[in-house]
Nanobody, 119 residues
Framework: VQLQASGGGLVQAGGSLKLSCAAS????????VAWYRQAPEKERDLVAR???????NYAEAVKGRFTISRDNALNTVYLQMTNLKPEDTAVYYC??????????????WGQGTLVTVSS
């Protein structure tokens, strides 16, 4: 299973970006998918996650500004980011767990996409 993250870029403060995380491979099911971010010289922190049932959780810092959603038919999860702030600058990674077609579990990370918010 591979996760392809995309959608990062340079945006001014107050702007918006939409990240995508597309899974490919012999997937039976994709369960919880999460977005993390890692700023320079900081730890990787959870930003948002969505379960297979659609339940969502957000970090306090992004509540009300970011929205995570998923398209199960496309095995894709999105992170809509609005009212971006310079402190949102980081490399964003997606992570997914689920089952291969032969029902073995997997947990994989995407390659990361850089979001830079200028003030």
């Amino acid at each position: 299973v591979q996760l392809q993250a995309s959608g990062g870029g340079l945006v001014q403060a107050g702007g918006s970006l939409k990240l995508s995380c597309a899974a490919s491979g012999v997937i039976f099911s994709m369960n919880t998918v999460a977005w993390y971010r890692q700023a320079p010289e900081k730890e990787r922190d959870l930003v948002a996650r969505v379960t297979s049932g659609g339940q969502t959780n957000y970090a306090e810092a992004v509540k009300g500004r970011f929205t995570i959603s998923r398209d199960n038919a496309l095995n894709t999860v999105y992170l809509q980011m609005t009212n971006l702030k310079p402190e949102d600058t980081a490399v964003y990674y997606c992570n997914a767990d689920g089952l291969f077609r032969w029902r073995a579990p997997f947990n994989v990370w995407g390659q990361g996409t850089l979001v830079t918010v200028s003030s």
